[in-house]
């Protein structure tokens, strides 16, 4: 079936530090992928979104591109804040179908 | 426009006591989804509906149900809690097409004792 493998976490940060989250993932088919992020005490956002190959998605200065050759969806951004500091999910969604990686909490120190 | 709402926050239950978690969505969106959240680990689906009085299993649909009998209300019954079934729960829901956002209620944060 489909499924989500994220990088292990936690990766702690220095505020403006480089910051990449690895993400692959497993379909039979062509799904389009997401980056959901979770702060404390909160539910899931929606951080950006590609569906499909070659489409890059980008917003508050994170970005991902979706590449199928690889079956990567790797979020990065240039330069992290302390507000950036939260759990990020990669997900894939299949015919309604939605499956998550494990999560991966990112910690950014002042 | 309110979005995805979930009452209660949190909760806690007694093994053998049963309960609904309420969810609401004011966006017109057809399909709507539950999720339970355990520590340290992604989302997994419980059930979910693709219209009133339609719905479906997930992966993980034991000890609960649900009914749709609106398009706006998705609500989970857990019957005779277990301690296993300690989590955060959210519901979702979206729009009927294969690739669709998913929009996320606060989630409801369960502890059975």
């Known amino acids: 079936g489909d499924s989500v493998t994220q990088m292990e976490g936690p990766v702690t940060l220095s505020e403006e530090a480089f910051l990449t989250i690895n993400c692959t993932y497993t379909a039979t088919g062509y799904p389009s992928l997401f980056w959901y992020v979770q702060y404390p005490g909160e539910g899931l956002q929606l951080l950006l979104k590609a569906t499909k190959a070659d489409d890059k998605g980008s917003n508050k200065g994170f970005e991902a591109t979706y590449r199928k050759e690889t079956t990567s969806f790797h979020l990065e951004k240039g330069s992290v804040q302390v507000s950036d500091s939260a759990v990020y999910f990669c997900?894939?969604?299949?015919?309604?179908?939605?499956?998550f990686g494990q999560g991966t909490i990112l910690t950014v120190h002042p | 426009n309110a979005g995805v709402t979930q009452t209660p926050k949190f909760r806690i239950l007694k093994i053998g006591q049963s309960m609904t978690l309420q969810c609401t969505q004011d966006?017109?969106?057809?399909?709507m989804y539950w999720y339970r959240q355990d520590p340290g680990m992604g989302l997994k689906l419980i059930y979910y509906s693709v219209g009133a009085g339609i719905t479906d299993k997930g992966e993980v649909p034991n000890g609960y149900n649900v009914s749709r009998s609106t398009t706006e209300d998705f609500p989970l019954r857990l019957e005779l809690a277990a301690p296993s079934q300690t989590s955060v729960y959210f519901c979702?829901?979206?729009?009927?097409?294969?690739?669709?956002?998913?929009?996320f209620g606060p989630g409801t944060r369960l502890t059975v004792l």
């Open positions: 979702a829901s979206s729009f009927p097409t294969g690739g669709d956002t998913q929009y």
């Open positions: 966006m017109n969106h057809n399909y």
């Open positions: 997900a894939l969604i299949f015919y309604g179908k939605l499956t």
